[in-house]
């Protein structure tokens, strides 16, 4: 999935060249299925590999269907734009890095007309914390939460982003799903309320799924 850098770290992404690779991503499953998706290269930007993608969406495309998905640290948008292929009811797209959120606009336009989709060109962080504190504006119907940051953000901002998980988890509805993809340097016995979480490894990337159940047990496997 999209990645953006911060801080010190954002000088020495912007330093790199850009990706050989830049060109097209595909909509692995759903209505859109095969349609393609720009990605600049910018290596500021650097998304989920469309197999890995595949993988994940084969482990919970059964929970997806009209949940609201909020794809944080979105890049090009391909976590948020999968989810609705395959039936979310609305996504919510949240990025900082500018050039990259004309990307995600085009990708979006690209794909149909007044899709329920919300971009919004804002810190992560800051987002979420507005966005809770705003009640009224929380989706009724579960969530779809993808939290896929730079990797290094997970050693360099961990406490902040458990804070924000938290929270998240703490105001979702039951039945609301989170993916989180690190790599294998981040412990996933940080994330809160551990023990509920299920971690598989598609190396570089170490996927890990929590489903809210508020009470009940967490979500069996597998979810198809």
Known sequence: MARF?????????????????AGKLRIVGGRF?????????DPVTRPMKDDIREAVFNLVGGWVPDRAAFDLFA?????GLEAISRGASRAFLVER??????????????????????ILAEDTFFWVRRF????????????????CPPYEMFLSETVRLMEM???????APANS???VESDERFD?????????????????????????????????????
Request: proline fraction near 10%; charge should be positive.
């Open 165 to 171: 998980l938290t929270s998240l988890l703490q105001a």
């Open 75 to 79: 890049g090009t948008g391909a976590m």
């Open 5 to 21: 850098s911060r801080g010190k770290n954002l000088k020495n992404w912007r330093s790199q060249k850009p990706d050989s690779k």
């Open 132 to 147: 809770l504190k705003n009640p009224e504006l929380w989706p009724a119907e579960p969530w779809l939460v993808f939290c």
């Open 33 to 41: 299925r095969g349609r393609q998706i720009a990605y600049s290269g």
């Open 177 to 179: 799903l989170f993916i």
């Open 97 to 118: 890095h500018f050039p990259t959120v004309r990307v995600i606009r085009e990708n979006v336009q690209s794909l149909e007309q007044d899709l329920p989709v919300e």
């Open 188 to 224: 996933p016995g940080h994330l809160p309320c551990p023990d509920q979480w299920f971690s598989r490894q598609y190396s570089p990337a170490l996927i890990s799924i929590y489903r809210e159940s508020k009470g009940e047990n967490a979500f069996p496997l597998p979810l198809t």
